[in-house]
Structures are given as structure tokens and as C-alpha cells.
């Protein structure tokens, strides 16, 4: 059993900054890809930015610049950081992360329960 949690999230003015955080626990064998999607009100879940094992990355349009995503394999989770933070950015954020939970087992999805972020202009 897997399971993400997510953490960081708040309210926050425009311009400000968030850094979030999803930590995975459970039956880990290894983990490829991480990322993080975002949902606003009314709207589709669209991808934010993706992590591989082997640190690439890439972003969403409307983050790049702003937005940096990284990990730490040593504790299985992946971070985050948010700057110059607009309204537009006020999204539930979920992370999410392929992982294998047994050496011959392929990887499967997993999502993190959401964390709220909220911008105030």
C-alpha cells in the first residue's frame, strides 16, 4: 500500500511564495516520474511540472520561470517551489508518482489528496 501527502499549502497575497511538499510511504520499491497537477474551480486538472528519476524536468507555460519542481529520492519526496505567485494560481495541488512497489511489478500511478492554494490580489 502507497499512499502521497501533500503539504505546504495556504493562503497567500500575490507575489508572495509557497513551497510545497509530497512525501510517498508505504510499500516502495522504487519511483520514477513525480509531479504536480493543479485544479481550479470549474476547470480540468492540468499538469504543472514533471520530475524524472534522473532530475529532468519540464513545466507548464504559465509556470515556467516562476515555478521549480525537485526531489529527494532519499526520503521519497518531491517539492515544489512557488514564486511570484499570481490569482490565477489558485488551485487544489495534487502530486503524483509512478511507483514500483515490487521489483518485478510495473509501475503504477499514484495521487496525493490535494493541498489548497489560495492567492489573494
Known amino acids: 500500500q502507497v499512499q502521497l501527502v501533500e503539504s505546504g499549502g495556504g493562503l497567500v497575497q500575490a507575489g508572495g511564495s509557497l513551497r510545497l511538499s509530497c512525501a510517498a510511504s508505504?510499500?516502495?520499491?522504487?519511483?520514477?516520474?513525480m509531479g504536480w497537477y493543479r485544479q481550479a474551480p470549474g476547470k480540468e486538472r492540468e499538469l504543472v511540472a514533471v520530475?524524472?528519476?534522473?532530475?529532468?524536468?519540464n513545466y507548464a507555460d504559465s509556470v515556467k520561470g516562476r515555478f521549480t519542481i525537485s526531489r529527494d529520492n532519499a526520503k521519497n519526496t518531491v517539492y515544489l517551489q512557488i514564486t511570484s505567485l499570481k490569482p490565477d494560481d489558485t488551485a487544489v495541488y495534487y502530486c503524483?508518482?509512478?511507483?514500483?512497489?515490487?521489483?518485478?511489478?510495473?509501475?503504477?500511478?499514484?495521487w496525493g489528496q490535494g493541498t489548497q492554494v489560495t492567492v489573494s490580489s
Open positions: 508505504g510499500s516502495i520499491f522504487s519511483i520514477n516520474a
Open positions: 520530475i524524472t528519476n534522473s532530475d529532468n524536468t
Open positions: 503524483n508518482a509512478d511507483i514500483r512497489t515490487r521489483p518485478w511489478v510495473t509501475g503504477a500511478l499514484y
